[in-house]
């Protein structure tokens, strides 16, 4: 029997979900869009035009699907990731993954009591450059990550913070391999009731310390990365899936070169062109063209399929969330 997967929640991203799923289908006969389920009618519109079955009661996908993508506003992901987990029904839960912790805690432990996987969408693991910067990854000192855009005018349940910042909140996370024993954070609202600029600076205990700005009334959209680390430096732009890792040279490794005795003028070498050609290494780096969301989703379905614990599980997604209520509960209004 094929694997089959339904999506609750048909807005914006729930309809790229369910394209996606849409367009593995038609490469794997075993794997089945099993239906869409929301209340609108531009739900059973998307339906229609898959050419897969409508449902409008989620409850009613009982016994008829193996898997979901909830795609729900976040304020539902307890109640509508909670009845299908509790059915052994492995689920894709879009981030963040609950309003609060307390609700992420019970989301786990309905996935862990039946043996559902359950993982959480945090798209930017899948990131192709982010991929492709894994090999260079060492231990981070200092991160700087920058995630703006302008303002969606979209409805929303969350301010920037569980909307926008929470992806670089996990990310962070994940490399300095901690949670942070400090955070100060401040921020303010523009156009909505909630924040929508904010930054945040978390130390880890190991040292490394993070400056996480997100924003969403910008006039443009940006997703840079910058990483330092002991042996060296990666510059990221995810959103235009490029890089660099500059590291330091052999002979600066093995101490041959010492840059503050230099006398580059006697040498008659611009600095520069010295730096570039004696003191560091650069390595460009390029992911490959898989969209985000796209290796995000195949990799829910091998996860499924395989029975093994994805690389965003609901801990990891418990984590994230945790971190950002620590920023919010600290943040100062600007």
């Known amino acids: 029997m094929p694997l089959r997967v339904a999506v609750v929640g048909v807005g914006h991203l729930g309809k790229i979900h369910a394209d996606i799923y849409a367009k ?10 099993a239906a869409l389920c929301d209340v609108t009618p531009e739900a059973e519109q998307a339906a229609k035009a898959l050419k897969v ?34 059915r052994g029904v492995s689920c894709l839960v879009e981030k963040p993954i609950a309003k609060t912790a307390a609700e992420a805690e019970e989301l786990c432990a309905l996935a862990a009591k039946s043996g559902a996987i359950l993982q959480v969408g945090h798209v930017e693991r899948f990131n192709p450059v982010v991929r492709a910067a894994g090999p260079y990854l060492g231990r981070p000192r200092f991160i700087e990550a920058t995630r703006i855009s302008p303002y969606p005018f979209r409805s929303t349940d969350v301010g920037v ?22 955070i100060r954070a401040a921020g303010t609202p523009v156009f909505s009731k909630s924040e929508d600029v904010a930054n945040a600076r978390l130390e880890f205990p190991g040292g490394c310390v ?26 990221l732009n995810l959103l235009d899936n490029e890089g660099v890792f500059i590291e330091k040279s052999e002979a600066l490794k093995r101490g041959e070169i010492d840059p503050s005795k230099l006398s580059l003028a006697s040498l008659g070498v611009a600095a520069l062109t010295f730096q570039l050609e004696k003191l560091i290494k650069r390595v460009s780096l390029k992911g490959d063209k898989t969209p985000p969301l796209d290796a995000e989703l195949a990799a829910f379905v091998a996860c499924v399929r395989e029975r093994r614990t994805p690389l965003v599980d609901g801990p990891a997604g418990l984590r994230a969330l945790k971190v950002a209520e620590r920023v919010l509960a600290c943040m100062k209004a600007l």
């Open 210 to 235: 993070a400056n996480v700005t997100a924003s969403c009334v910008s006039l443009k959209k940006e997703r840079k990365w910058r990483i330092f680390q002991d042996n060296g430096y990666l510059s």
């Open 161 to 182: 913070t569980l909307d926008l910042m929470i992806h670089d909140i996990d990310l962070a996370v994940a490399l300095a391999g901690e949670e942070p024993a400090e």
């Open 24 to 33: 593995l289908a038609k490469k794997d006969p075993q794997f089945e869009l």
């Open 53 to 86: 079955p409508y449902v409008p009661d989620y409850t009613k996908l009982e016994g008829k699907v193996d898997a979901v993508s909830v795609v729900v506003p976040t304020t539902y992901h307890r109640k509508v990731g909670g009845f299908f987990l509790e």
